[in-house]
């Protein structure tokens, strides 16, 4: 158990609809990060936050957004969806002393009917 | 910016052989590297890491890592493998020091047959 939790475990939903995905980090840790893994596309990073403020942005798409709130729980929203969205979309989460060591939820998985 | 290629997306291996995951980088900065495991329907989890120092890292499960400056690689080895190590390997890279996003790479596939 690395400490990060995530909701929903699966989700299934229709193309055009909008979800939320939910990521509570380490307790401590400032730091989260989104992922997004799919089979022909790998693990691909989107986005990371910093005690409530975005650090660093990565390969995610305008329809997608997050924040990270002041209990450093973070939001992943995803719109107008897209069949090509299904995926496992990870959080991570780190923090001082860490080592720069990333710690993984479980995931949350994805399907767009 | 940094970028990692991970040269085999599937490695096949019997069962008490050897391995050895290759992971290249690129990066114009000094870099921390790292190995990530995901076993079937779980997330990733840290194997190993070099930040500075000796350049060969070990993890407590028997898997090794050397860094190599000169040929930029980072590659994953160890010795006598386990079904158990049937797995998604992870390598990535991000930049030394503040606030760094980690680049991963495509994952390499090892599948251990008995």
């Known amino acids: 158990d690395s400490g990060v939790t995530q909701t929903p475990k699966h989700l299934i939903t229709a193309t055009g609809q909008r979800v939320t995905l939910r990521c509570s980090p380490r307790s401590g840790d400032l730091s989260v990060y989104w992922y997004q893994q799919s089979l022909d596309q790998g693990l691909q990073f989107l986005i990371q936050?910093?005690?409530?403020?975005?650090?660093a942005k990565g390969n995610i798409l305008e329809r997608f957004s997050a924040q990270q709130f002041p209990d450093l729980h973070s939001e992943l929203n995803l719109s107008s969806l897209e069949l090509g969205d299904s995926a496992l979309y990870f959080c991570?989460?780190?923090?001082?002393?860490?080592?720069?060591?990333?710690?993984f939820g479980p995931g949350t998985r994805l399907t767009v009917t | 910016a940094q970028s990692v290629t991970q040269l085999d997306s599937q490695v096949p291996v019997f069962e008490e052989a050897p391995v050895e995951l290759r992971c290249n980088y690129s990066?114009?900065?000094?870099?921390?590297l790292f190995w990530y495991v995901q076993y079937p329907n779980q997330g990733l989890q840290l194997l190993l890491k070099?930040?500075?120092?000796?350049?060969l890292v070990e993890s407590i499960n028997g898997f090794e890592a050397e860094f190599n400056k000169s040929q930029t690689s980072f590659h994953l080895r160890k010795p006598s493998v386990h079904i158990s190590d049937t797995a998604e390997y992870f390598c990535a890279v991000r930049a030394s020091g503040g606030y760094q996003k980690v680049t991963f790479g495509i994952g390499t596939k090892l599948q251990v047959i008995p």
């Open positions: 990066s114009s900065v000094s870099v921390y």
């Open positions: 936050y910093y005690n409530g403020e975005e650090r």
């Open positions: 991570a989460s780190s923090g001082a002393g860490s080592g720069y060591e990333q710690y």
């Open positions: 070099y930040l500075s120092g000796s350049t």
